[in-house]
Nanobody
Framework: QVQLVESGGGLVQPGGSLTLSCAAS????????MAWFRQAPGKEREFVTA??????EYDDSVKGRFTISRDNAKSSLYLHMNSLKSEDTAVYYC????????????????????WGQGTQVTVSS
């Protein structure tokens, strides 16, 4: 079993930056695909970005603004968010798989086996 705990959320002004962290514990694997999803009030959970080995994938809405990174030695996943917009406001979730996903499938939430509890990000002046 793998436990994921997100941290780093908060209130930030438009144009600001924030870094989220996800600490993994339990039977983690360097081969797993890890991702960030988000869910805004009244909306479905949506894909933000994922990383598997050296491959990364981003939703078009965050390309050029967000960067995903991973430190396998620390069993941690990060999301560096720049140029934040009000539409980035959501609860951000960390997710991981038992086995690596094929490229092109990272955006499917039902393929992920483990989820964190989420951390709130609010972008507002």
């Amino acid at each position: 079993q793998v436990q994921l705990v997100e941290s780093g959320g908060g209130l930030v002004q438009p144009g600001g930056s924030l870094t989220l962290s996800c600490a993994a514990s339990g039977r983690t694997s360097e081969n797993s695909t890890m991702a960030w999803f988000r869910q805004a009030p009244g909306k479905e959970r949506e894909f933000v970005t994922a990383i598997a080995w050296s491959f990364t994938e981003y939703d078009d809405s965050v390309k050029g603004r967000f960067t995903i990174s991973r430190d396998n030695a620390k069993s941690s996943l990060y999301l560096h968010m720049n140029s934040l917009k009000s539409e980035d406001t959501a609860v951000y979730y960390c997710a991981a798989t038992r086995e690596p996903l094929y490229r092109g499938t990272y955006y499917r939430p039902y393929l992920y086996d483990y989820w964190g509890q989420g951390t709130q990000v609010t972008v507002s002046s």
